[in-house]
């Protein structure tokens, strides 16, 4: 697309994530991440625009992460106390395996199958738990779009 001249750049951006994500730490709400490097010039897939710049998905996420275990409370029905999505990895019902009492995802998020259904990624807009290596990425929605 043609490039807004208006847009600020990437790096303005990026600083107010920055911002926005270490409140979120020293508010304990998320936990600090260890930095990655840099992109690497060899890293680079191709030329972007003067004012853009490449940074890895942790950068632009409030959080990433992975499932793991089965809830303790779990059912393959829904119960009025009962009613969360568990989702795991797979295509099947986008992945609903089940239900439980409290999520673990409150807010949209993005997953992606990284065993079973490799890749198959969806956006889920309610409260759920992510199990079985179902990746979850959490964007900061008011920098980012995740859609």
Known sequence: VEQDPNDEPASELLKKIRAEKEQLVKDKKIKKEKPLPEIREDEVPFEIPENWKWVRLSDVSKEIFA?????????????????????????TAKGLYGYTDIPRVLE???????????????????PFVPIVRLLVIIPFKQFVSHK
């Open 67 to 91: 499932g793991g275990d089965k809830p303790k409370v779990f059912s393959k029905e829904k119960y009025s106390k009962i009613s969360v999505p568990v989702y795991a990895n797979g295509v």
């Open 108 to 126: 949209s998020a993005i997953t992606i199958s990284a065993r079973g259904t490799i890749g198959y990624s969806v956006i889920r807009e309610e």
